[in-house]
């Protein structure tokens, strides 16, 4: 695969480090020590993938991540050196896709990063879609090859991995209700730990670029003890 990594590390070492690694695995690497430089680099360069560290003089990772997540569906795998549940939970409300703690293991990032340059791949935009992978819903439509939400004036909204999965699940079962644990089956390529909050986290996510209220949603319904029910009945588009 020909994939761009950014990777943005303040600490000169670990830095270079990576970019040696990635390097060696043939990734196209840049690099970038704050926050601003990262920007600059994603204004003039291609990027698939950004390997994003927290703790970051200035603008720190979260506050970059939430900026990224604005303007497109780049893949973001965020690095910190602290084991918070707290941060992470942030972390993946601001929009990143994967999340991982430091001290890590080089070939685990690596298997990460390969999983998610896969993913977002798989959703990047293609020249037009036919109805056979278009499914509507209430005033939507998901365009599944490109995983868009689309309004009903054609105006698209990009879906991160872990929202498309979920959204997927509310799709194939649309009136049933599935708890957390069902949900996190369904949805891959993540390692969980007990008591995550992840679903609900992507189901505010998920709501938000619904235009679902989350303190009245209609879409969306929270079955207080037992988890959400997706409310509308997808149809194929005609």
């Not at 070492?13 to 690694?21: P, S, V």
């Not at 999965?165 to 969980?192: M, P, V, Y």
């Not at 007990?194 to 996510?205: H, I, K, Q, S």
Request: charged share 30%.
């Amino acid at each position: 695969m020909d994939i761009s990594i950014l990777i943005v590390e303040d600490d000169d070492i670990t830095r270079d480090c990576l970019a040696d690694y990635f390097r060696a695995e043939q990734y196209r690497v840049h690099c970038a020590a704050s926050a601003e430089d990262a920007e600059r680099l994603l204004r003039d360069e291609a990027i698939d993938l950004v390997l994003l560290d927290i703790r970051l003089p200035g603008k720190d990772g979260l506050t970059l991540t939430r900026e990224i997540r604005t303007h497109g569906d780049t893949g973001i795998i965020l690095v910190t050196s602290r084991q918070d549940e707290i941060e992470r939970i942030i972390g993946l409300e601001c929009g990143a896709d994967e999340y991982v703690s430091k001290p890590f293991n080089p070939r685990e990032l690596l298997a990460r990063t390969k999983n998610l340059a896969r993913r977002v791949r798989a959703a990047a935009p293609r020249p037009q879609a036919t109805t056979a992978n278009l499914r509507r819903f209430d005033q939507w439509r998901v365009d599944l090859d490109r995983r868009l939400l689309l309004d009903d004036q054609d105006a698209g909204t990009p879906l991160t991995h872990g929202e498309y999965q979920l959204l997927c699940a509310f799709l194939n079962h649309a009136g049933q209700t599935l708890s957390r644990d069902q949900l996190l089956d369904r949805i891959k390529n993540r390692e969980w730990a007990p008591n995550d909050r992840t679903v609900d986290v992507l189901v505010g996510r998920l709501r938000r670029k619904l235009g679902d209220d989350p303190a009245n949603p209609r879409l969306i319904l929270t079955v207080h003890g037992a988890g959400y029910v997706f409310t509308p009945r997808p149809v194929p588009c005609c």
